[in-house]
């Protein structure tokens, strides 16, 4: 059974960075690929950047050129650099594999950016 753990979130002023991480137990992480998805309240869960076995990366439109995911097999964990933050970034963040089937969810980590 995989757990999945994100850490990293906060309470950041507009234009500020932070940097998520999410370590998943208990998988063969190297073959998976991996995704940061983020709810805001009252929307949908959406998927905000992937990076596939061999570091090919994919990113929504709207945070292409401010946001870097990378991961680290070895610790079977993911990251998101997130810099020039804005408001509609707020949300909880989770990672999870992109697949039919997911993992069970993680708690997330909250990512809140004032203006």
């Known amino acids: 059974q995989v757990q999945l753990a994100e850490s990293g979130g906060g309470l950041v002023q507009a234009g500020g960075s932070l940097r998520l991480s999410c370590a998943a137990a208990g998988s063969i992480f190297s073959n998976i690929v991996m995704g940061w998805y983020r709810q805001a309240p009252g929307k949908q869960r959406e998927l905000v950047a992937s990076?596939?076995?061999?570091?090919?990366?994919n990113y929504r439109a709207s945070v292409k050129g401010r946001f870097t995911i990378s991961r680290d097999n070895a610790k079977s964990t993911v990251y998101l650099q997130m810099n020039s933050l804005k408001p509609e970034d707020s949300a909880l963040y989770y990672c999870?594999?992109?697949?039919?089937?997911?993992?069970?969810w993680g708690q997330g980590t909250q990512v809140t950016v004032s203006s």
């Open positions: 990076i596939a076995i061999g570091g090919t990366t």
């Open positions: 999870n594999k992109l697949a039919v089937t997911q993992w069970a």
